[in-house]
Protein backbone atom coordinates (compact mmCIF):
# COMPACT_ATOMS: atom_id res chain seq x y z
CA UNK A 1 0.00 0.00 0.00
CA UNK A 2 1.33 3.35 -0.91
CA UNK A 3 2.13 5.69 1.77
CA UNK A 4 -0.70 8.77 2.59
CA UNK A 5 -0.57 11.53 0.87
CA UNK A 6 2.19 14.41 1.91
CA UNK A 7 1.10 17.11 4.14
CA UNK A 8 2.57 19.58 0.92
CA UNK A 9 0.67 17.82 -1.98
CA UNK A 10 0.19 20.48 -4.66
CA UNK A 11 -2.31 20.75 -7.47
CA UNK A 12 -5.53 18.38 -7.59
CA UNK A 13 -4.31 17.14 -4.04
CA UNK A 14 -4.84 20.58 -2.81
CA UNK A 15 -8.27 20.40 -3.57
CA UNK A 16 -9.04 17.09 -2.17
CA UNK A 17 -10.69 17.25 1.76
CA UNK A 18 -8.21 16.82 4.28
CA UNK A 19 -8.98 13.58 6.32
CA UNK A 20 -5.97 12.96 9.58
CA UNK A 21 -5.01 9.34 9.83
CA UNK A 22 -4.45 7.68 13.89
CA UNK A 23 -2.15 5.18 11.55
CA UNK A 24 -2.04 3.92 8.06
CA UNK A 25 -5.05 2.91 6.21
CA UNK A 26 -5.40 -0.81 5.74
CA UNK A 27 -5.45 -1.91 2.04
CA UNK A 28 -9.30 -2.45 1.41
CA UNK A 29 -9.88 1.28 3.20
CA UNK A 30 -7.14 3.17 1.04
CA UNK A 31 -9.06 1.10 -2.45
CA UNK A 32 -12.44 2.13 -1.09
CA UNK A 33 -11.10 6.18 -0.54
CA UNK A 34 -8.55 6.09 -3.12
CA UNK A 35 -8.16 9.42 -4.60
CA UNK A 36 -11.07 11.07 -3.03
CA UNK A 37 -9.01 12.80 0.21
CA UNK A 38 -6.12 13.85 1.01
CA UNK A 39 -4.25 11.95 3.69
CA UNK A 40 -1.81 12.45 6.30
CA UNK A 41 -0.94 10.98 9.21
CA UNK A 42 -1.32 12.73 12.51
CA UNK A 43 1.84 11.86 13.65
CA UNK A 44 3.03 13.99 10.55
CA UNK A 45 0.87 17.10 10.56
CA UNK A 46 2.48 20.45 10.24
CA UNK A 47 1.49 23.54 11.86
CA UNK A 48 -1.17 24.10 8.39
CA UNK A 49 -1.93 20.84 8.83
CA UNK A 50 -3.09 21.00 12.15
CA UNK A 51 -4.99 24.54 12.02
CA UNK A 52 -6.67 22.73 9.30
CA UNK A 53 -7.81 19.29 9.96
CA UNK A 54 -11.61 18.48 10.60
CA UNK A 55 -11.85 14.89 10.38
CA UNK A 56 -9.45 11.85 12.32
CA UNK A 57 -10.38 8.08 10.38
CA UNK A 58 -8.89 6.16 12.80
CA UNK A 59 -8.18 2.62 11.48
CA UNK A 60 -8.45 -0.63 13.86
CA UNK A 61 -7.61 -0.29 17.32
CA UNK A 62 -4.88 2.07 17.55
CA UNK A 63 -5.22 4.36 21.10
CA UNK A 64 -6.49 7.81 20.60
CA UNK A 65 -5.99 9.90 22.87
CA UNK A 66 -6.88 12.95 24.73
CA UNK A 67 -3.66 14.52 24.06
CA UNK A 68 -4.18 13.73 20.20
CA UNK A 69 -7.56 14.89 20.02
CA UNK A 70 -6.43 18.54 21.95
CA UNK A 71 -3.73 18.98 18.88
CA UNK A 72 -6.53 19.66 16.50
CA UNK A 73 -8.68 22.53 17.42
CA UNK A 74 -10.58 22.43 14.12
CA UNK A 75 -11.73 18.74 14.61
CA UNK A 76 -14.87 17.98 14.10
CA UNK A 77 -15.44 14.32 12.82
CA UNK A 78 -13.70 11.02 14.52
CA UNK A 79 -14.43 8.10 12.02
CA UNK A 80 -13.44 5.52 14.17
CA UNK A 81 -13.31 1.74 11.82
CA UNK A 82 -14.41 -0.48 14.75
CA UNK A 83 -17.77 -0.97 16.73
CA UNK A 84 -16.13 -0.83 19.95
CA UNK A 85 -14.51 2.50 21.32
CA UNK A 86 -12.26 1.79 24.59
CA UNK A 87 -9.71 2.42 22.36
CA UNK A 88 -11.10 6.39 22.35
CA UNK A 89 -10.59 8.33 25.01
CA UNK A 90 -14.38 9.10 25.20
CA UNK A 91 -14.71 11.73 27.66
CA UNK A 92 -12.11 13.96 26.10
CA UNK A 93 -14.62 13.71 22.71
CA UNK A 94 -17.25 14.44 24.89
CA UNK A 95 -15.56 17.95 26.18
CA UNK A 96 -14.98 18.83 22.71
CA UNK A 97 -17.57 20.92 22.08
CA UNK A 98 -19.16 20.13 18.08
CA UNK A 99 -17.17 17.16 17.46
CA UNK A 100 -19.03 13.76 16.48
CA UNK A 101 -17.91 10.29 16.51
CA UNK A 102 -19.25 7.44 13.87
CA UNK A 103 -18.56 3.76 14.22
CA UNK A 104 -18.52 0.77 11.95
CA UNK A 105 -21.83 0.54 12.81
CA UNK A 106 -24.10 -2.86 12.59
CA UNK A 107 -20.94 -3.57 9.60
CA UNK A 108 -19.39 -6.34 11.92
CA UNK A 109 -22.74 -7.68 13.77
CA UNK A 110 -23.74 -10.72 11.32
CA UNK A 111 -20.53 -12.16 10.89
CA UNK A 112 -20.01 -11.70 14.85
CA UNK A 113 -23.27 -13.48 15.56
CA UNK A 114 -22.25 -16.33 13.35
CA UNK A 115 -18.87 -16.39 15.08
CA UNK A 116 -19.98 -16.64 18.72
CA UNK A 117 -22.86 -19.50 18.20
CA UNK A 118 -19.79 -21.09 16.35
CA UNK A 119 -18.09 -21.04 19.38
CA UNK A 120 -21.01 -22.12 21.63
CA UNK A 121 -21.17 -25.08 19.38
CA UNK A 122 -17.46 -25.57 19.44
CA UNK A 123 -16.80 -25.86 23.37
CA UNK A 124 -20.50 -27.77 23.95
CA UNK A 125 -19.56 -30.66 20.96
CA UNK A 126 -15.95 -30.42 21.63
CA UNK A 127 -14.99 -30.18 18.32
CA UNK A 128 -11.35 -28.62 18.43
CA UNK A 129 -10.53 -31.18 21.36
CA UNK A 130 -12.29 -34.18 18.93
CA UNK A 131 -10.33 -33.19 15.92
CA UNK A 132 -7.17 -33.14 17.99
CA UNK A 133 -7.90 -36.47 19.31
CA UNK A 134 -8.57 -37.69 15.73
CA UNK A 135 -5.14 -36.14 14.01
CA UNK A 136 -2.99 -37.91 16.55
CA UNK A 137 -4.46 -40.93 15.54
CA UNK A 138 -6.14 -41.57 19.08
CA UNK A 139 -9.43 -42.82 17.39
CA UNK A 140 -7.27 -45.84 16.41
CA UNK A 141 -5.36 -46.54 19.04
CA UNK A 142 -7.44 -45.09 22.34
CA UNK A 143 -10.99 -45.62 20.75
CA UNK A 144 -13.33 -43.39 20.23
CA UNK A 145 -13.68 -39.47 21.34
CA UNK A 146 -15.14 -39.14 25.40
CA UNK A 147 -19.42 -37.60 24.79
CA UNK A 148 -20.00 -34.15 25.17
CA UNK A 149 -22.98 -32.30 25.22
CA UNK A 150 -25.78 -31.06 23.10
CA UNK A 151 -26.40 -27.15 22.23
CA UNK A 152 -30.13 -27.63 21.73
CA UNK A 153 -31.96 -26.55 24.39
CA UNK A 154 -29.39 -24.80 26.49
CA UNK A 155 -30.47 -21.94 28.80
CA UNK A 156 -28.22 -19.08 26.92
CA UNK A 157 -28.06 -15.20 28.92
CA UNK A 158 -26.40 -12.68 26.48
CA UNK A 159 -24.76 -9.93 28.38
CA UNK A 160 -25.65 -6.92 25.94
CA UNK A 161 -28.37 -7.41 23.51
CA UNK A 162 -27.51 -4.62 21.14
CA UNK A 163 -27.20 -5.58 17.14
CA UNK A 164 -24.94 -8.70 17.75
CA UNK A 165 -26.27 -9.86 21.12
CA UNK A 166 -29.83 -9.73 19.64
CA UNK A 167 -28.53 -11.67 16.04
CA UNK A 168 -27.17 -14.46 18.74
CA UNK A 169 -30.14 -14.52 20.24
CA UNK A 170 -32.11 -14.93 17.21
CA UNK A 171 -29.72 -17.81 15.96
CA UNK A 172 -29.52 -19.60 19.27
CA UNK A 173 -33.19 -19.49 19.66
CA UNK A 174 -33.63 -21.69 16.66
CA UNK A 175 -31.52 -24.21 18.46
CA UNK A 176 -34.18 -24.40 20.71
CA UNK A 177 -32.41 -22.86 23.23
CA UNK A 178 -34.05 -20.66 26.37
CA UNK A 179 -32.48 -16.88 26.10
CA UNK A 180 -31.95 -14.13 28.59
CA UNK A 181 -30.46 -11.17 28.85
CA UNK A 182 -28.69 -8.67 30.86
CA UNK A 183 -28.50 -4.73 29.75
CA UNK A 184 -28.06 -1.54 30.70
CA UNK A 185 -31.60 -1.34 30.82
CA UNK A 186 -35.27 -3.90 30.07
CA UNK A 187 -35.84 -3.58 26.27
CA UNK A 188 -39.72 -3.30 26.43
CA UNK A 189 -40.48 -5.22 22.71
CA UNK A 190 -37.80 -7.30 23.60
CA UNK A 191 -39.39 -11.29 24.04
CA UNK A 192 -36.80 -12.62 26.53
CA UNK A 193 -36.23 -12.23 30.08
CA UNK A 194 -34.76 -9.77 31.37
CA UNK A 195 -32.07 -10.31 34.75
CA UNK A 196 -30.72 -6.76 36.50
CA UNK A 197 -26.76 -8.28 36.96
CA UNK A 198 -24.45 -10.28 35.01
CA UNK A 199 -24.63 -12.68 38.08
CA UNK A 200 -28.20 -13.07 38.40
CA UNK A 201 -28.10 -13.94 34.47
CA UNK A 202 -24.98 -16.27 34.87
CA UNK A 203 -26.55 -18.32 37.56
CA UNK A 204 -29.62 -18.99 34.83
CA UNK A 205 -27.56 -20.08 32.37
CA UNK A 206 -25.73 -22.99 31.15
CA UNK A 207 -24.25 -20.74 28.35
CA UNK A 208 -23.00 -16.67 28.84
CA UNK A 209 -22.18 -15.05 25.84
CA UNK A 210 -20.67 -11.22 26.04
CA UNK A 211 -21.13 -8.83 23.13
CA UNK A 212 -21.49 -5.88 24.94
CA UNK A 213 -19.13 -2.53 24.71
CA UNK A 214 -16.27 -2.30 26.72
CA UNK A 215 -16.57 0.62 29.08
CA UNK A 216 -15.91 1.59 32.97
CA UNK A 217 -19.09 -0.10 34.03
CA UNK A 218 -18.31 -3.53 32.07
CA UNK A 219 -14.67 -3.82 32.50
CA UNK A 220 -14.13 -7.03 34.37
CA UNK A 221 -17.97 -6.97 34.62
CA UNK A 222 -17.84 -11.15 34.26
CA UNK A 223 -15.13 -11.68 37.70
CA UNK A 224 -15.16 -14.83 39.44
CA UNK A 225 -18.38 -14.64 41.23
CA UNK A 226 -20.19 -14.52 38.38
CA UNK A 227 -18.27 -17.74 37.03
CA UNK A 228 -19.12 -19.58 40.35
CA UNK A 229 -22.77 -18.40 39.59
CA UNK A 230 -22.24 -19.77 35.92
CA UNK A 231 -21.42 -23.03 37.39
CA UNK A 232 -18.95 -26.36 36.62
CA UNK A 233 -20.96 -26.94 33.55
CA UNK A 234 -21.00 -23.81 32.22
CA UNK A 235 -19.42 -22.23 29.15
CA UNK A 236 -18.56 -18.49 28.62
CA UNK A 237 -18.03 -17.05 24.90
CA UNK A 238 -16.61 -13.83 24.50
CA UNK A 239 -16.71 -12.18 21.24
CA UNK A 240 -17.01 -8.56 23.13
CA UNK A 241 -13.59 -7.26 24.46
CA UNK A 242 -10.79 -9.10 26.73
CA UNK A 243 -11.62 -6.85 29.39
CA UNK A 244 -14.72 -7.76 30.04
CA UNK A 245 -13.54 -10.62 31.97
CA UNK A 246 -11.05 -11.03 34.78
CA UNK A 247 -8.82 -12.58 33.08
CA UNK A 248 -6.50 -14.03 35.79
CA UNK A 249 -9.92 -15.47 37.47
CA UNK A 250 -11.21 -16.68 34.00
CA UNK A 251 -7.85 -19.02 34.17
CA UNK A 252 -8.02 -20.29 37.58
CA UNK A 253 -11.71 -20.89 37.62
CA UNK A 254 -11.33 -23.24 34.36
CA UNK A 255 -7.92 -24.99 35.74
CA UNK A 256 -9.97 -25.32 39.22
CA UNK A 257 -13.39 -26.82 37.44
CA UNK A 258 -15.66 -23.90 38.52
CA UNK A 259 -16.67 -23.43 35.01
CA UNK A 260 -16.65 -25.97 32.20
CA UNK A 261 -15.20 -24.46 29.13
CA UNK A 262 -15.04 -21.30 27.57
CA UNK A 263 -15.03 -20.23 23.51
CA UNK A 264 -12.94 -17.35 23.76
CA UNK A 265 -12.01 -14.55 20.36
CA UNK A 266 -11.03 -11.52 22.52
CA UNK A 267 -8.35 -11.25 25.72
CA UNK A 268 -7.36 -8.14 28.04
CA UNK A 269 -3.93 -7.79 26.43
CA UNK A 270 -4.02 -8.39 23.27
CA UNK A 271 -2.20 -10.41 21.45
CA UNK A 272 -0.66 -11.85 24.38
CA UNK A 273 -3.16 -14.66 25.46
CA UNK A 274 -2.56 -16.52 28.77
CA UNK A 275 -0.04 -19.25 27.72
CA UNK A 276 -2.08 -21.79 30.33
CA UNK A 277 -5.30 -21.16 27.97
CA UNK A 278 -3.19 -22.87 25.71
CA UNK A 279 -2.98 -26.17 27.19
CA UNK A 280 -6.66 -26.28 28.00
CA UNK A 281 -8.72 -28.78 25.56
CA UNK A 282 -11.73 -27.58 26.84
CA UNK A 283 -11.47 -23.93 25.71
CA UNK A 284 -12.02 -22.88 21.90
CA UNK A 285 -9.15 -19.73 21.10
CA UNK A 286 -9.22 -17.57 17.83
CA UNK A 287 -7.18 -14.42 17.80
CA UNK A 288 -10.19 -11.43 16.96
CA UNK A 289 -11.22 -12.72 14.35
CA UNK A 290 -15.35 -13.01 15.04
CA UNK A 291 -15.73 -9.69 13.32
CA UNK A 292 -13.72 -10.33 9.97
CA UNK A 293 -14.74 -12.10 7.14
CA UNK A 294 -14.08 -10.65 3.13
CA UNK A 295 -18.02 -9.12 3.77
CA UNK A 296 -17.65 -7.70 6.52
CA UNK A 297 -14.40 -5.51 5.68
CA UNK A 298 -16.54 -4.81 2.58
CA UNK A 299 -19.32 -3.32 4.45
CA UNK A 300 -17.07 -1.41 6.72
CA UNK A 301 -15.21 0.54 4.08
CA UNK A 302 -18.91 1.63 2.58
CA UNK A 303 -19.71 2.78 6.24
CA UNK A 304 -16.75 4.90 6.42
CA UNK A 305 -16.62 6.19 2.67
CA UNK A 306 -20.31 7.30 3.64
CA UNK A 307 -19.72 8.62 6.57
CA UNK A 308 -16.72 10.65 5.35
CA UNK A 309 -19.09 12.07 2.28
CA UNK A 310 -21.80 12.74 4.40
CA UNK A 311 -19.71 14.96 6.64
CA UNK A 312 -17.87 17.26 3.87
CA UNK A 313 -21.32 17.23 2.21
CA UNK A 314 -23.05 18.58 5.05
CA UNK A 315 -25.36 15.50 5.10
CA UNK A 316 -26.81 13.27 8.41
CA UNK A 317 -23.71 10.88 9.02
CA UNK A 318 -24.89 6.89 9.25
CA UNK A 319 -23.65 5.80 11.95
CA UNK A 320 -22.74 8.27 14.97
CA UNK A 321 -22.40 7.16 18.26
CA UNK A 322 -24.10 8.90 21.12
CA UNK A 323 -20.99 10.51 23.60
Request: hydrophobic share 50%.
Amino acid sequence: MPPPAAHGAAGAAGDKPLVLLAQPLFPNFAAALEGRYRFVLAGDADAATVAEARVLLVPGLVAVTADLIDRFPALELMVATSVGLDHVDLRACRHRRGLAVTNAGVAFSVDTADYAVGLVVAVLRRVAAAEAHLRRGAWATDGEFPLATKVSGKRVGILGLGSIGTLVARRLAAFGCRIAYNSRSPKPSCPYEFYPTARALAAASDVLVLSCALTEETRRVVDRGVMEALGAGGVLVNVGRGGLVDEPELVRCLQEGVIGGAGLDVYEDEPEVPPELLAMDNVVLSGHRAVLTAESMRGVAEVVAGNLEAFFAGRPLLSPVTL
